[in-house]
Each structure stands twice: as C-alpha cells, then as structure tokens.
C-alpha cells in the first residue's frame, strides 16, 4: 500500500514562498504520476499541479502557473510544490496524490492521497 505523507505548510505572508513535499512509503512512487490539489473551506477540490512519472510532463492550473513549480526526487520517493508569489486565495489544505499510468488533472483518477497540509496566505 503506499502511502503519501505531505509536510512543508504554514502561515506565510502575501508575497512569500512556502516549499511542499510529499513523500511517499514505497518504492513504487517512482512509477507514478503524482499531483497536487488543493482544497478552501466551502468549496470543491481542484487541480494545483500535475508530474508524470518520468517528469516529462507537467501541467498547471492557471490560476497557479507561473508562480507554482512541481517536482519530483526519484531516489526520495519525493515530489515537491514550490510556491512563490502566494495569495490570499491560494489558502487551502494541499493534498499530494498519485496514480499509475500518466499525469492528470482529474481528481478521480488518483489511487492514493495524503491526509494534506494547510497553507495560510495573510494579506
């Protein structure tokens, strides 16, 4: 079973940067597609961000593009989300998820999620 395990979250200031990692139990990470969402109190899940398991592809949503860059660390079963130029919206609770096959922006099509950590942008 793998198991993904999100850390990096916190209060930060409008402007700043905050760095998420998501690290997952088994060596299997490295034949999955992983993803980020992110999730505001009262509204729905949506797609942050998306790496294939090779890292040729990469999506964004375009409310983050620009500004977010996802990656991931092979030999650390790692994928991370560095975050600069952070927004009031941009507070939510960032969930990491993976899937085999390819990268992608649907949430439904992700086998394993993290339990997420919450980002708080003040203005």
């Known amino acids: 079973q793998v198991q993904l395990v999100e850390s990096g979250g916190g209060l930060v200031q409008a402007g700043g940067s905050l760095r998420l990692s998501c690290a997952a139990s088994?060596?299997?990470?490295?034949?999955?597609?992983m993803g980020w969402f992110r999730q505001a109190p009262g509204k729905e899940r949506e797609f942050v961000a998306t790496?294939?398991?090779?890292?040729?592809?990469?999506w964004y949503a375009d409310s983050v593009k620009g500004r977010f860059t996802i990656s991931r660390d092979d030999a650390k079963n790692t994928v991370y989300l560095q975050m600069s130029s952070l927004k009031p919206e941009d507070t939510a609770a960032y969930f990491c998820?993976?899937?085999?096959?390819?990268?992608?922006?649907?949430?439904?099509?992700?086998?394993?999620w993290g339990q997420g950590t919450q980002v708080t942008v003040s203005s």
């Open positions: 790496i294939s398991w090779t890292g040729g592809t990469i």
């Open positions: 998820a993976g899937r085999r096959g390819d990268a992608s922006r649907n949430a439904g099509t992700y086998d394993h």
């Open positions: 088994r060596r299997t990470f490295v034949s999955s597609a």
